[in-house]
């Protein structure tokens, strides 16, 4: 299983945002200069963080970015399906799409179900709370 880049960055930048949490609104300058990402890049994959409501935005001199909700209430799969921006996608990118997405009786099918389920599970067992 691989996470994709933009999955790993919108976790980091989540990450971000939690540990800044009390220090108030984080601008993206900020973290594209702290991990070396470019701030178009950061901004594209805020976006749908965003939209999903995991984070909030304000603009202006002393505005910036902060995540919309406690920590301990952010799952890494609310962080994923945020990033994908289809729920439905979410498996599909871990497992790189269906074994036989051409074939509608495929018995492939049903293991790729148990895993999307296994995922699903693991991934909202994981608070981003306990990863900063």
Not at 32 to 55: D, E, Q
Not at 75 to 85: G, P, Q, R, S, V
Not at 116 to 131: D, G, H, I, P, Y
């Amino acid at each position: 299983m691989n996470l994709f880049r933009t999955d790993q960055v919108a976790v980091v930048l989540m990450m971000d945002l939690a540990s800044s949490e009390k220090i108030g609104w984080v601008p993206l300058s900020q973290i594209a200069r702290k991990h070396g990402y470019s701030i178009l890049y950061l901004k594209k994959i805020i976006r749908p963080l965003v939209g999903a409501g995991l984070v909030v935005s304000r603009e202006g001199i002393s505005g910036g970015y902060r995540i919309a909700k406690n920590a301990k209430d952010i799952t890494l799969w609310d962080i994923f399906c945020a990033a994908t921006e289809k729920l439905e996608d979410v498996s599909g990118k871990f497992l790189k799409r269906s074994v036989c997405p051409l074939d509608s009786g495929c018995k492939a099918k049903k293991a790729h179900q148990a895993i999307q389920n296994m995922l699903k599970r693991s991934f909202s067992s994981v608070s981003l709370q306990s990863v900063i």
